[in-house]
Each structure stands twice: as C-alpha cells, then as structure tokens.
C-alpha cells in the first residue's frame, strides 16, 4: 500500500539526534532519547492509542491500540528502538532519490567524495526504479531504527483512521539504548502485556529473524613479576607474555574474521598491558548454548593452565553471560514465526530466514518471557555514512504488520 504519512513521519524522526552513549550511567543513556520519547508519546496520543505512558525502569513509551472485535485474540506487540549507533547523528540531511535506474553511482556529498556505488555496494542492485533515501555523506540516516518507529506508527495511525479493520488489542514499545546493548535489560514484560511481540528492527524486505549468538563478555587481567631485565631469569613473569600465551590457547580459526553461518567466535576487541599486568577483553559468541558453554570452560580453563604454573591469581578471568539465543524460547511455540511467514508470503513478499551473528533486543526481551523474532525495517549499510533506506521497502514493512494483525484477528 501506499501510506502518505510514512516518509514524511521518517523525515521528521531522523532529523531529531537520539544518539545513544556507552560511557552513561543514566537510563535512557541520554537527553536526547527521552525528550523525543516524549514527542513520539504525544504524536501516539494524537493518533489515537490509549494508556500511553513511560514504563519504569526502562524508560520505553509503551501504548494500547483497543480491539475492536467482539471476541478474544492474542495480543500483539510492535517494538523499536529511538537511538541511533555510535556515528555522525547530528544535521542529518537527507537525500531523496527518485526511481534510481539500478545501476548508477548515486553521490553523497557535494564535493562526491562519498558515493553510493553498486560495484562495492551490490545490494543497491534490488532497489531498481524504487525511491531511495541516502544521506548527505557526513552523518548517518538513522534508519536504523526510526524506519521501524515510522512504520508502527504509520500502522497504528492506518489502523485508528480506518475502524472498519477488524484487529485484537495492540501493543507499541519504542525504547532506547539498543545499540549499547542496555535498552531491554530493563524491559517490564508485565507492563507492556503482549502475548508475544515484535522487533521492527531487522535490515532488508523479507528478514525474519529468531535466531541469534548466545553471549558472553570475556576479561583476563594478569599480573605479572617485574624485575631488571638483566637479572631476570627464572624471576622475572612478564605479563604482556602471559597475555599471548593466553590468546594463543584459543582456537586459532574461532575469530570473526575467519567464522561465518552457524559458527561461534572469541573475539579480542581490546589489550593493554606492561610488564606489570596486562588486560585482555574478548567477546564469546555462539548459536549452539551446549558450545557457548564449552567456550566458557575453554576460556577460563587457560588461565587455570597458566595458574598451576605461575601460581595463583597470576591470572584472573571474569566472565559475563550479555544475552542467549532466542531460539532457545521461540522454538517452544513457532506460531509467533509461522505468522510473520505467512503475512510476508500473502503479501508476495519471500522470508528470508537466516540466524543472526548478533543480538537483537528480541534475544533478552525472549528471555524475559515475552517471545519476540525480529522482521525487517528496511535500512541498509546500516551505522554509518552509506546507510540508505527505500521508500517502497518501509510501504512493504507496514503492510507485514497489517497484515500480521488482520491474520491475528481472524484466528478461530
Ligand atoms: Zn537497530
């Protein structure tokens, strides 16, 4: 369908910086966020839902479009993100692209020094004779995630302006801080009272996502003995020796840059160190839990290795589960995917189900008890200056849960 409002509502989001901050101690991590929840609840009152309101602890605005049937049905629930990734977020300046041919190299800023060029961007191939929205080369588009914030709300303003569709009760969570990984840890499943949910937060028409790493953080702090490099033998531990020792122990080929598919990883993503003590911080991921755990073992099994010969506490090692695999909860009852397969599939749409080598705020809000694959948004490139985002894609991505929520109320 086409939706008047959808793009226009776009243009407005992104143009609001909600960059979200790592280093915060708040919740939401930032200013920013919470002011434009603040807008986005108003515009949800506007439109017409009820109950909107910002649940605590987590700073989400979480709102209720009534049923309209005269019967029970599942609740459904819509989830997004306000924040955008750790780039450029300020001034954006979008730029509209109408009915690209398909091939051309689309430029971004003035001075062409950025590009949108198929050669190292194949995927502008699918997006023949469609609008494309790109940036001006200096920041992000913040597609990720306000597509998925404008197509919920552009859903729910379709749904209010035309009662004569039938649908259950629906409920709207828009929440920050998914890109520093925070925003669900404090998601109140209670409060929010779906039966199960979605994340509009996936990237090209067709993603369907339920699959994803489980996760662990991984730290190694060793303290090493320094003594005059001259006497040193048999005294001296040297510290920055332990901490290769230490990653040489892993599996050479388990990295990110060697792993693909279904295949799990340590990944070192920061070191330092002296003589004196060096520190190592890795993430360990895999889709498998049993490996994920083995992972842990392997882990933390080097560092007793190490221990037994330098003695203890010569190396520590702390870990921390972040997220699992959703998988793990979704499996229990698949209908929560059949449906989205089945919107997708009448729409003429073909899913594209893969696991994700991440997670998605579905990961712990699935854990939380409320089941919550993930369905496309439409953004592309995503994070950063190449981002673009289709136009005819987020008319696709409202139509997925429109359809999601008629085949809902038609349910015997
Ligand atoms: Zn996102």
Request: proline share 5%; aromatic share 8%; hydrophobic share 35%.
């Amino acid at each position: 369908m086409q939706y008047d409002d959808l793009v226009p509502r776009f243009l407005t989001y992104i143009k609001v910086e909600t960059r979200s901050d790592e280093e915060s101690t708040t919740v939401p991590s930032t200013q920013s966020q919470v002011d434009f929840l603040k807008t986005l609840a108003a515009e949800l009152n506007q439109i017409g839902l009820t109950d909107v309101h910002v649940s605590a602890p987590s700073g989400y605005v979480f709102a209720t479009l009534p049923s309209n049937l005269d019967r029970q049905v599942p609740t459904i629930g819509f989830i997004s993100h306000v924040d955008t990734a750790d780039f450029n977020g300020q001034d954006i300046h979008p730029q509209i692209v109408e009915n690209y041919d398909g091939h051309s190299v689309i430029p971004l800023d003035p001075a062409g020094k950025y590009v949108l060029d198929p050669k190292v961007f194949p995927n502008l191939l699918n997006y023949a004779g469609q609008t494309l929205i790109t940036t001006d080369g200096s920041t992000l588009l913040g597609s990720d995630d306000k597509s998925g914030v404008a197509e919920i709300m552009t859903a729910m303003a379709y749904l209010t302006a035309h009662p004569e569709v039938k649908h259950g009760t629906i409920k709207v969570g828009l929440g920050p801080d998914e890109e520093i990984g925070t925003g669900a840890d404090h998601f109140d499943v209670q409060d929010f009272g779906a039966d199960f949910a979605y994340t509009v937060d996936g990237g090209p028409l067709g993603q369907l996502e339920y699959e994803t790493f489980n996760a662990a953080d991984g730290r190694v702090h060793i303290t090493g003995t320094n003594v005059h490099p001259g006497s040193a033998k048999d005294t001296m531990v040297n510290a920055n020796q332990l901490a290769i020792d230490f990653h040489n122990a892993l599996p050479e080929h388990d990295r990110p840059e060697k792993t693909a598919r279904r295949e799990g990883f340590f990944h070192l993503y920061k070191m330092s160190g002296d003589v004196d003590t060096a520190d190592l911080s890795y993430i360990i991921r895999d889709h498998d839990r049993q490996q994920f755990e083995d992972r842990k073992r392997l882990f933390a099994g080097i560092a007793d290795r190490l221990n037994a010969k330098y003695g203890d506490q010569t190396v520590q090692v702390t870990l921390k589960d972040q997220y699992y695999n959703m998988r793990e909860i979704i499996e229990k009852d698949m209908s929560v995917v059949e449906l989205a397969k089945k919107a997708m599939t009448e729409l003429g749409i073909k899913p594209d189900i893969a696991p994700v080598r991440g997670g998605t705020d579905g990961s712990k809000i699935s854990f939380l008890g409320l089941p919550t694959p993930n369905i496309f948004a439409g953004g592309e490139n995503m994070h950063g200056r190449f981002e673009f985002v289709s136009e005819q894609t987020m008319a696709k991505a409202t139509d997925v849960i429109l359809k999601m929520i008629q085949l809902n109320a038609e349910q015997a």
